[in-house]
């Protein structure tokens, strides 16, 4: 199972950084994606990096603020946030699946999310 954490309450234009950890096997080999879920809207997909960590993919709505990123001998993978905004305000997710892809359907091992704030 997969678990995410870093999440928390942060102001505007801030910044914070979430790992997912694999709790019960390896990242290696296998692409990860974040997703978010704010209250009453569906989960959608934010991120992706490749097995290797070549190539990542990004939401419009995130791009050029959020940064994937993996070290795989620590078995974890990050999404470096930065210029957060109110709308970014979610529970964020980490999935595996076998190649990038946006849709939820593609992805497997849901664990517990952690929880985003931005507030003033």
């Known amino acids: 199972q997969l678990q995410a954490s870093g999440g928390g309450l942060v102001q505007p234009g801030g910044s914070l950084r979430l790992s997912c950890v694999g709790s019960?096997?390896?990242?290696?080999?296998?692409?990860i994606g974040w997703f978010r879920q704010a209250p009453e809207k569906e989960r959608e997909w934010v991120s992706c990096?490749?097995?290797?960590?070549?190539?990542?993919y990004y939401a419009d709505s995130v791009k050029g603020r959020f940064t994937a990123s993996r070290d795989n001998t620590a078995n974890t993978v990050y999404l470096q946030m930065n210029s957060l905004k109110p709308e970014d305000t979610a529970v964020y997710y980490c999935s595996r699946t076998p190649s990038c892809k946006t849709s939820l359907r593609d992805y497997l091992d849901w664990g517990q999310g952690t929880q985003v704030t931005v507030s003033s």
């Open positions: 990096i490749s097995e290797s960590g070549g190539s990542s």
């Open positions: 019960t096997f390896t990242l290696d080999y296998i692409a």
